[in-house]
């Protein structure tokens, strides 16, 4: 037997979602999933600090042979407190496995379910990452508060409390760039169903640009050739800053004032387009995807 | 023995075989792991823009720095290439009950799981580390001695063979807790101490964790000695870290098998 789906008119009958209550039973479902390797799922999470202790290493080293107390505006604490707040900057940002399973389901056929059940595989796969992402604070909460507190004496005085508000709102809105980010990057595979390599490229670029490697302010004074203009002015013209890189910056005091509104703006304006294209993308991909048999 | 090694080789072919079916999927694997490698060596020459060497008096400058890495490149790529791909196998096989077919061949189970696929984009990396090794080597100010190069290959050998019993190891702890998603992270993260020199772990917690990952999980000793034999010379202390390399691969193979055997033997099938 086969079976072409036209998605679009079941989806329409059922509307976008199936109800808060459908999306309560997805949450549910992700969180029994995520807890039934709990063990594997702490290791992982522990596992996440061992790069930062080589990053406070290597700083150091960096600055007790160079001399200098400054580097782009960084002492060496800044430099570790801004690695540290990355880390919690990614905890929100990144979506391991959200592209590669996204591709999957669109190579392997299951993605076909979901066009034909009254649920809405966008908002399934958000109320799964929600999920994801709960339990990872669970378990990750004792360490990251451990280290964070291990390591205090790198971070400057806490900002005031409008700087801290700007800071939450830019994680939350890191989150779900993020998300449509990946999500669209995963939906490529209606076009190209084999799309791993263009997802580890896509990472590669993610940690470069992201400042998750180092912190964008270090390339302030590498010309791109355009006068005036130097890398770290065409990185932030990308949306990668805003998932590791801004909300440190925020945090650190090195963007402030009319600056991180702006900055603020700017990342909302990135979200909007972001959930726009990935819902294009999947509206696109699913008009020309075609499932057989199953 | 031979029958292994034509049951590897037949692994091997079919493996080049499958990547040459997919060549653009293929190139692309080896632009991106080029690209990996490439923004690792743009970010160490920032580093070199802010300070001449990396530790103070280390003696890791630009060139010797760079050599370092290049031996980095060429042992993980050997490791990436013959097996990891196999390795990051063994987590599904395990949650899947897929590792039962394997138990039951008439193979070892442990060359099986660990040599049966390979990933020749990987090798991409080594052939960069090679040129790399070259041109920093040619900028030494004192060209390496005849025993330096000797031992290099050999001391290449051992961290792959350090680095094969960590693999084993891991992957005895996926048997054991029935699914390890962290197996592949966990290797990146512990491997990661390995990527820079020794000397940067220094003062009250950084002695420690050096003694640490010198002698009992022995991830310093895979490139810093290599690399070091050839960047430095060869003084009474270095000849000592030759011969503790030596020991550690060959306590690393061993030990990894004993503690892999006994996983397999806790292991209760997932099948039906």
Same mark, same amino acid.
């Given at each position: ?30 969180? @029994? @999933? ?15 600090? *061992? ?121 939350? *809105? ?34 470069? *640009? ?22 770290a002015d065409v990185v932030r013209l990308l949306p990668f800053e805003y998932t590791a890189y801004f909300p440190a910056a ?8 009319? @600056? ?35 | 023995? !031979?029958? &292994? ?7 091997? !072919? ?29 970010? &160490? ?21 760079? %050599? ?25 096989? #395990? ?21 049966? !696929?390979?990933? $020749?984009?990987?090798? %991409? ?23 330096? +190069?000797?031992? &290099? ?10 680095? &094969? ?21 966990? +290797? $990146?993260?512990i491997t990661n101490f390995s990527r820079y020199p020794a000397e940067i772990y220094a003062g009250p917690w950084g002695d ?14 895979? #490139? ?23 020991? %550690? ?7 990894? !098998?004993? #503690?892999?055997?006994?996983?397999? %033997? ?7």
């Open positions: 037997m086969s079976t072409t789906v036209n998605s679009e008119s079941l989806r329409t009958s059922y509307g976008w979602f199936s109800g808060l209550r459908s999306w309560w039973r997805m949450l549910v479902i992700c969180l @029994e @999933e995520r807890l039934a390797y709990r063990s594997d799922f702490a290791l992982g999470t522990v596992m996440r600090f *061992l790069p930062i202790v080589t990053q406070v290493f290597l700083w150091t080293a960096v600055f007790a042979a160079s001399s200098r107390t400054d580097i782009a505006g960084y002492s060496r604490d800044n430099i570790v407190a801004y690695y540290l707040l990355t880390m919690v900057t990614r905890a929100f940002s990144s979506m391991p496995s959200l592209a590669g399973g996204i591709s999957r389901s669109i190579r392997d056929g299951s993605v076909k379910k979901y066009l034909i059940q009254p649920i809405d595989y966008i908002g399934f796969l958000l109320a799964s990452r929600i999920a994801h992402k709960l339990v990872y604070y669970i378990v990750a909460i004792l360490p990251f508060a451990a280290v964070l507190f291990f390591c205090r004496g790198y971070f400057p005085p806490a900002p005031d409390g409008l700087t801290i508000a700007a800071y939450i709102l830019s994680l939350l *809105l890191s989150f779900l760039l993020g998300f449509f980010l990946e999500a669209t990057l995963g939906m490529i595979a209606f076009w190209f169903l084999e799309v791993s390599s263009i997802i580890f490229a896509y990472m590669l670029f993610q940690y470069l *640009l992201s400042g998750h490697m180092f912190p964008i302010d270090m390339l302030a004074d590498i010309p791109t050739g355009i006068t005036g203009v130097s890398l925020v945090w650190l005091g090195k963007i402030t004032g009319w @600056e991180l509104v702006r900055g603020l703006l700017i990342e909302i304006t990135w979200l909007v387009i972001m959930i726009g294209v990935c819902r294009f993308v999947w509206w696109r991909g699913t008009k020309r995807y075609s499932g057989f048999g199953g | 023995m !031979r029958r &292994y090694i034509k049951i590897f080789s037949t692994f091997a !072919r079919a493996c080049l075989v499958r990547d040459m079916t997919f060549r653009v999927n293929f190139l692309l694997e080896c632009l991106t792991s080029l690209g990996w490698m490439s923004m690792n060596l743009a970010f &160490y020459l920032l580093i070199f823009s802010f300070t001449p060497e990396i530790g103070r008096g280390s003696g890791w400058s630009r060139e010797p720095f760079f %050599a370092f890495v290049a031996t980095g490149l060429i042992i993980n790529s050997i490791v990436q290439t013959l097996f990891m791909p196999s390795a990051s196998e063994l987590t599904e096989m #395990v949650r899947t009950g897929g590792l039962d077919s394997v138990l039951v061949r008439p193979l070892d189970a442990q060359f099986l799981l660990s040599m049966h !696929r390979f990933d $020749f984009s990987s090798m %991409a990396n080594g052939l960069v580390g090679l040129g790399l090794l070259s041109w920093a080597v040619l900028r030494f100010p004192v060209t390496p001695p005849l025993i330096a +190069w000797l031992l &290099y290959p050999l001391l290449i050998v051992c961290g792959v063979a350090i680095l &094969y019993g960590l693999i084993i190891m891991l992957a005895a702890a996926t048997i054991l807790m029935g699914r390890n998603q962290s197996l592949y992270d966990f +290797w $990146f993260y420690p964790l050096r003694s640490f990952c010198t002698f009992v999980i022995p991830i310093l000793l895979v #490139v810093n000695v290599p690399a070091g034999t050839l960047a430095r010379p060869l003084s009474g202390e270095s000849w000592g870290m030759v011969v503790l390399t030596f020991a %550690a691969a060959g306590i690393s193979v061993g030990l990894s !098998r004993v #503690v892999f055997q006994a996983a397999l %033997a806790r292991y209760r099938s997932a099948s039906s």
